[in-house]
């Protein structure tokens, strides 16, 4: 049979790259890069690459699963599943009222546009506010303060690599996570164009990172300190050297007060918190200050820091002070391929809504709760605790820290459906797991990065090969579950109707569902810059208008004018001063950061065969570290935080910054069914990381992931083994 070739793109990370698929009597034999990708020009990682080995891996779950009473899962019937789950979800919603039903999505359901769509659209259907959310153990920072500055969470200017003079990347690691907020293929490719032109490119990192060895200069900063060295170059930029702010003032409001915040933060003050030296700070501040074009990027190594919301402000104020937003070789705000701020606002993520959590009375960002509160809405003694929940793309208790807290609060539930590809961690105690496609069985549109991309361009891909065994795409999954719960048919809001009106149109004989293509045809016709014909004809997708400069303020910003000194981030500021103390003191701790590998994904790439993990699961420390507590590498060591603790080998290197440790997250799979990734061994990071409510950053609810101080000494046995 002859070798058919699928052009598809792959949804693992926010690269999107561009890839081949080679199919062979209905089966995908192999997948290379697209050489003749407009965006990506064949760059690919192994991830992308190994999809055919996710997708017919023996371990996947291929039909609904029931829990057995004695504990195992036995496969049954979809409609038996969807009977029974329905019925107790309308049995739970009658007893005890709507919120009772609760979800969390995780990382991959924003990468598919139909996940996205129609898993929210349930639960709204439901009538619950329920809805919790992996960008909370990733980025609710920088959802609230775009919600916060300009009226949307899905607004983020994003980086002009083409024209800056000046890069400086604080907490991103882009050679192995190809950057996060942000679609750009082969990132270092990009900065490193920067230094080639004869621009500067400045890392900022505890770590001397695998991007870092590779282009630019590096410095070392003290975990969670980001934000007192962005208030120090604001001081510099606005107070010590005093820029006209009046073009500021003609597009936001607040701007004296923004720039008055930083009034007594200078470099010296700055510099023993953040171990920068004042002259380093001021030089940096000076460079973004005079350069034509500049950006300060940040990612995750700040977002889950303690002082997220206050470091993203901090960057897009300066930004818009110095003229770098919406400017050549700063930040641009790309529109998308159709209006997205204007989706984004029809399915109530334009401002903060009414909803809160019954403990901490958190509010939702982005449409969604903190995860870090999900554990106490079930514990609660409250009639309206959740007592159902649906896990759907997500390992929760695997990927936030005092995930064995959430753990136990999932064994109080009446329900617990996982949707997924693989009996995850989180799904250990479910009720029914709901086999999932993968992205090489259905057909799809980036919509949740659409509007995220420097070289604007859209494509669709088909469904590579139909569905095998009994996977449902979730669109199906949760049109059929809003039918089998009983969800109203009335009263929904525009596009998270479509599971109620999928439930309405399954009455009439002969009528079809609103699919995913159905729904994305219509919104590019909602003032798109292309159609879905036009894409299905050009199957590596189409080039959108460039962004241009000054396209933004004054025009497109959803609040009108930029809000730069919300109430709630002005008052925040105090807790900088409160906690300098902390990072200024030597009391003998490491201070504990992540690492992410070019080879895994969060918690779900361990049991591909194809794709090898030579290097197991190693922490990192610095050799000064390790000879005050009489480590050699090699050793393996036990790192403690209270009662918590992990045991892991121990690699020593100068690349760590002193007084840190740096472990990557996503190991440890022995209470999943995934046979491969469990013979892996390893240790979930997250179970030395505290979490619970009082370990989130108070203005957005993102959980705080690093800077956590820990005592890291040689463990008594030599075996590495975690326990909590
Ligand atoms: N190969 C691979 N790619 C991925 C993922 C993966 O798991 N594997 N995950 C994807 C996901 S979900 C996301 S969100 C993105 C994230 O993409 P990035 O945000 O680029 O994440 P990381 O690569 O973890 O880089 C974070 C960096 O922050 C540093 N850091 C830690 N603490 C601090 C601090 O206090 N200050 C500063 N300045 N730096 C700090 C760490 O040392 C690390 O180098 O990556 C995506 N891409
Ligand atoms: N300590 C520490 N913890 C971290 C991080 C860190 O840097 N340090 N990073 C955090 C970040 S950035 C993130 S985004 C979170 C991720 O946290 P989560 O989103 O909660 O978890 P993942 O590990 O991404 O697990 C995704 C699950 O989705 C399943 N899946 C994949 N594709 C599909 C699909 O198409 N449909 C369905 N139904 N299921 C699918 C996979 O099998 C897997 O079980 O982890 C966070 N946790
Ligand atoms: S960098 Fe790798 S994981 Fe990310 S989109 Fe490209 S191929 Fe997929
Ligand atoms: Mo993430």
């Not at 282009?215 to 604001?234: C, K, N, Q, S, W």
Request: overall charge negative; glycine content about 8%; some cysteine.
């Amino acid at each position: 049979m002859a070798v058919v070739e699928q052009r598809t793109f792959c949804r693992i990370c926010e690269a999107h790259c561009g890839l081949v698929a080679e199919v062979e009597d209905g089966q995908v034999v192999k997948m290379r890069p697209d050489r003749d990708h407009p965006v990506s020009r064949g760059y690919s990682c192994v991830k992308g690459l190994a999809l055919p080995e996710l997708h017919r891996d023996p371990d996947r779950v291929n039909q609904p699963l029931k829990r057995a009473a004695d504990g195992t899962l036995e496969p049954i019937s979809w409609e038996q599943a969807l009977a029974e789950i329905g019925g107790k979800v309308r049995a739970l919603r009658k007893q005890h009222g709507k919120r009772s039903v609760g979800m969390y999505t995780g990382n991959p359901s924003f990468f598919s546009l139909q996940h996205v769509l129609y898993s929210a659209g349930f639960l709204e259907a439901l009538g619950s506010p329920n809805l919790f959310a992996s960008h909370s153990v990733d980025a609710n920072n920088k959802f609230h303060v775009s919600t916060a500055m300009y009226g949307q969470s899905v607004v983020h200017p994003i980086p002009d690599f083409d024209r800056c003079e000046l890069f400086v990347c604080l907490g991103s690691n882009p050679v192995v996570s190809q950057m996060s907020i942000l679609c750009v293929p082969d990132s270092l490719g990009k900065l490193q164009a920067i230094e080639a032109r004869g621009g500067r490119v400045v890392t900022i990192d505890p770590r001397r990172t695998e991007t870092a060895a590779k282009v630019g200069e590096h410095l070392f900063v003290r975990p969670g300190t980001d934000a007192y060295l962005l208030m120090a170059i604001l001081h510099v930029v606005a107070i010590e050297n005093p820029i006209d702010l009046d073009p500021a003032r003609a597009v936001a409001d607040g701007v004296d007060e923004f720039v008055e915040v930083a009034r007594d933060w200078t470099p010296e003050r700055v510099a023993p918190i953040t171990g920068i030296d004042a002259a380093v700070i001021r030089e940096l501040a000076n460079a973004y200050r005079t350069a034509n074009g500049a950006v300060l990027y940040m990612s995750t190594g700040v977002n889950m820091g303690p002082f997220g919301s206050i470091a993203y402000w901090l960057i897009q104020g300066l930004a818009l002070i110095t003229g770098n937003l919406d400017a050549a070789g700063g930040l641009l705000v790309p529109r998308g391929p159709f209006d997205i701020v204007k989706l984004a606002a029809a399915v109530g993520l334009g401002s903060f809504d009414e909803h809160r959590t019954l403990v901490g009375d958190w509010h939702r960002v982005a449409g969604c709760f903190p995860v870090a509160a999900l554990a106490d809405e079930i514990t609660v003694d409250h009639p309206e605790r959740i007592r159902a929940l649906f896990i759907t793309a997500g390992n929760p208790v695997h990927s936030m820290p005092g995930g064995d807290r959430l753990r136990d609060a999932l064994r109080e539930l009446d329900l617990l459906v996982s949707i997924d590809m693989y009996v995850n961690e989180s799904a250990a105690d479910a009720h029914y797991i709901l086999p999932a496609t993968d992205m090489l069985e259905r057909s799809d549109f980036p919509i949740s990065h659409a509007n995220l991309q420097p070289t604007p361009h859209a494509q669709w891909t088909p469904a590579v090969v139909p569905p095998t065994h009994e996977r449902r795409e979730e669109w199906q999954i949760f049109s059929d579950l809003a039918r089998a719960c009983g969800a109203p048919v009335l009263g929904a809001s525009v596009c998270n109707a479509l599971p109620r009106l999928n439930r309405l149109l399954s009455w009439v004989p002969g009528l079809r569902p609103i699919t995913p293509n159905t729904l994305l045809a219509l919104l590019l016709r909602w003032g798109g810059d292309t159609t879905l014909a036009e894409l299905k004809k050009n199957p590596a997708g189409v080039m959108l208008p460039e962004t241009q400069p000054g396209s933004f303020l004054g025009k497109r910003v959803p609040a009108g004018n930029v809000r730069l000194a919300p109430s709630e981030l002005v008052a925040d500021v105090s807790r900088l001063a409160d906690r300098a103390p902390e990072f200024e003191a030597d009391d003998g701790k490491l201070r504990l950061i992540g690492r992410r590998e070019r080879k895994s994904h969060n918690s779900w790439m361990h049991n591909n065969r194809r794709i090898k993990q030579p290097e197991g699961n190693v922490a990192l420390l610095n050799p000064a570290d390790a000879r005050a507590r009489d480590i050699a590498d090699g050793d393996h060591i036990e790192i403690v935080a209270g009662d918590r603790r992990l045991e892991l080998p121990v690699k020593l290197t100068e690349d760590v910054g002193e007084g840190v440790i740096c472990v990557p997250h996503g190991w440890d799979h022995a209470a999943a069914r995934l046979p491969r990734a469990s013979a892996l061994g390893g240790g979930n990071v997250n179970t030395v990381i505290p979490g619970g409510p009082e370990q989130v950053e108070p203005i957005s609810g993102q959980a705080i992931m690093v800077s956590h101080a820990v005592d890291v000494r040689r463990a008594a046995r030599a075996d590495a083994k975690q326990s909590a």
